[in-house]
């Protein structure tokens, strides 16, 4: 699982944190989490996601507190 390039688990009814393994799967490319139920914060492990091209975590319940402008570059967040 760990060379998983395309993860979209869009409106599966996930409830809870993310699993920390999301954040280790280092060739992901396009990860869908939208429109689920998901809470708490992100972790720090998804700055590991270099690779990443595409990130959807819109609709769901994090916490976040926004500390400074975010920085994406060459990437859709």
């Not at 390039?5 to 939208?34: A, T, V």
């Not at 708490?40 to 700055?47: D, L, P, R, V």
Request: proline share 3%; charged share 20%; hydrophobic share 40%.
């Amino acid at each position: 699982m760990k060379s998983m390039k395309i993860l979209i688990l869009r409106n599966c009814m996930i409830h809870g944190n993310i699993p920390e393994y999301i954040g280790e799967l280092k060739q992901l490319k396009n990860l869908d989490l939208s429109f689920n139920n998901l809470t708490g914060e992100i972790q720090a492990s998804f700055a590991n996601l270099v690779k990443v091209d595409f990130m959807d975590v819109s609709y769901n319940n994090f916490t976040w507190e926004c500390t400074g402008p975010i920085e994406c570059s060459n990437r859709n967040v």
